[in-house]
């Protein structure tokens, strides 16, 4: 039985699928606009629209699980430069463009099947 099993593994560790996600959101956040296989970006948007629901309440609990999920547990890190930027932007900017939409905030279209290995391909983007 799969009852209360959601969620793709994507052939991946638990903690290889938790940082693909870290790092496709945080470039989503940042180009508002990416292009991945279908699957990953399905799985994407429950992250994504769950960080911009965070980022709606805007106080400070909120930032802090935001960038827990964004930047990782080692806030202090010298590579999470370019992620706090993009906390900032995503509590600046994003945030208060949905103020009014109760969810839905991204957008899934499908592209071109890849050449390579026929993965169905798709662009996820902000709404």
Do not use: C, W
Request: zero cysteines; a positive charge; proline letters at 2%.
């Amino acid at each position: 039985m799969r009852h209360r099993k959601n969620g793709r593994k994507l052939g991946r560790t638990t903690s290889h699928r938790r940082a693909l996600f870290r790092n496709q959101a945080t470039a989503l956040f940042e180009h508002e606009q990416i292009r991945t296989t279908l699957p990953k970006s399905k799985e994407l948007r429950r992250v994504a629209e769950k960080l911009i629901t965070l980022a709606k309440r805007g106080d400070l609990h909120a930032r802090r699980q935001a960038a827990s999920m964004i930047i990782g547990e080692d806030l202090h890190h010298v590579d999470g430069k370019g992620k706090h930027a993009v906390l900032q932007k995503l509590f600046t900017e994003i945030g208060p463009r949905y103020h009014d939409r109760n969810g839905g905030y991204t957008r899934i279209v499908r592209g071109e099947v890849r050449r390579g290995d026929g993965a169905q391909m798709a662009y996820i983007q902000l709404v």
